[in-house]
């Protein structure tokens, strides 16, 4: 079993940058994913990004793309959400999340402890 260990996280104004980290104990495997969710205060937890830890290929829901990126360092086993020009809309517990079957799955394993992100005047 993977176990995943985030931080990052925070209180920010709106514009502001943050970047989670996400990092991976144990092996992850080529054909693996690691998947970026939030989930807003009332709502149901939600896919923000995933990235396939193989090839590097990333999926955004509309929401995440053009403001929010995913990438992963092999060598650290760790998987990063850089969130940009944050809106109060985004205020959220983020997790990570391991998949064992690429990066369109959406059976996750492995799940992250959550960090929150408070975006807010």
């Known amino acids: 079993q993977v176990q995943l260990v985030q931080s990052g996280g925070g209180t920010v104004q709106p514009g502001d940058s943050l970047r989670l980290s996400c990092a991976a104990s144990g092996r992850l495997f080529s054909s693996a994913a690691m998947g970026w969710f939030r989930q807003i205060s009332g709502k149901e937890r939600e896919r923000v990004a995933a990235i396939n830890w193989g090839d590097g290929r990333t999926f955004y829901e509309d929401f995440a793309k053009g403001r929010f990126t995913i990438s992963r360092v092999k060598g650290e086993n760790t998987v990063y959400l850089q969130l940009n020009n944050l809106k109060p809309e985004d205020t959220a517990v983020y997790y990570c999340?391991?998949?064992?079957?690429?990066?369109?799955?959406?059976?996750?394993?492995?799940w992250g402890q959550g960090t929150q992100v408070i975006v807010s005047s």
């Open positions: 999340a391991r998949t064992r079957y690429g990066m369109m799955s959406d059976s996750y394993d492995s």
